[in-house]
């Protein structure tokens, strides 16, 4: 695989400062680095640097609002664009919204027009609300949202699948609502974060190969554990996203997954489509 340029479309360089003490000790779970980890995220040439180390071209930086479980408000948006700003081509910040908020039209406005974001995250599991909230209790922001982020041609990452963090609401994740999102803005480019591993692979499955518009990332998924839970991978392997959801909980690090991806039984074709031409065609 010469000459592969990868992109990570799921990573999470976070202010972490903002996070609540109860969240940061599940953050911390099985990581020995963490003091690095705090620098980096201080340092975003820091982290090129690491990034050119792994062999890594570019990656998402996934940011998102979740008040009331991890503690991240509006905030995360101006981190993440300052953060990215002096490598515009190889961090590329996604940030959030609040739907519940009154002005969901003008946060979405400023994170296009002045924070310039290349993606939206939602994490319904930490924002408390279905992702088809809007057809079946009337939440009109996450409309807005997913109709300005399709006006705009901006992707939106939605996790689907388990959360551990204290306070996470589990039954959020459950990928089956994304139906809606899916037929009702066909234009909109739908990440499905963790195909809504480990339970709701099946469903997941499914809805890829339903809906032409939604993709998934294999983030938090251990790749040798990536077949187990998606056998029939190739068949969608033109919708699918490398991601590490690095340095999430239990997740070893960037180049560890990477090597462990590229050692799958997998075509060569599917390979290059997850870790790079897939990605260029949503980020350009
Ligand atoms: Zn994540």
């Not at 139906?179 to 990440?191: H, M, Q, T, Y």
């Amino acid at each position: 695989m010469e000459g592969l340029k990868v992109t990570d479309v799921h990573v999470h360089i976070q202010p972490f400062e903002m996070v609540k003490p109860e969240a940061m000790e599940v953050l911390k779970l099985g990581k020995r680095d963490y003091e690095f980890i705090t620098e980096l995220r201080k340092s975003p040439s820091k982290f090129i640097e690491l990034l050119d180390r792994e062999g890594v071209w570019r990656v998402c930086l996934i940011n998102y609002v979740a008040k009331e479980v991890l503690g991240f408000t509006e905030e995360v948006n101006a981190f993440s664009a300052e953060y990215a700003s002096e490598y515009p081509d190889r961090l590329l910040p996604f940030g959030g919204v609040d739907p519940r908020s009154t002005d969901v039209e003008q946060r979405m406005e400023e994170l296009v027009s002045k924070y310039e974001v290349r993606g939206i995250k939602i994490h319904p599991p930490h924002q408390l609300f279905f992702p088809n909230s809007y057809v079946t209790e009337g939440l009109r922001g996450l409309e807005v949202v997913y109709s300005m982020a399709e006006d705009n041609g901006l992707p939106v990452m939605i996790h689907t699948g388990t959360s551990i963090f204290p306070g996470a609401r589990v039954r959020f994740g459950n990928p089956l609502s994304l139906d809606d999102v899916a037929l009702d803005f066909p234009k909109l480019k739908i990440i499905m974060a963790h195909g809504g591993r480990p339970f709701w692979t099946e469903e997941a499955f499914f809805l890829l190969r339903r809906h032409q518009n939604l993709y998934f990332d294999v983030s938090s998924i251990p790749p040798k554990r990536l077949l187990h839970y998606f056998p029939r991978l190739e068949e969608v392997a033109h919708k699918t996203l490398f991601g590490s959801d690095w340095p999430g909980p239990m997740v070893p690090g960037i180049k560890h997954n990477l090597d462990d991806f590229l050692a799958l039984p997998l075509s060569n074709d599917a390979k290059r489509a997850i870790l790079e031409t897939n990605s260029r065609r949503l980020f350009s």
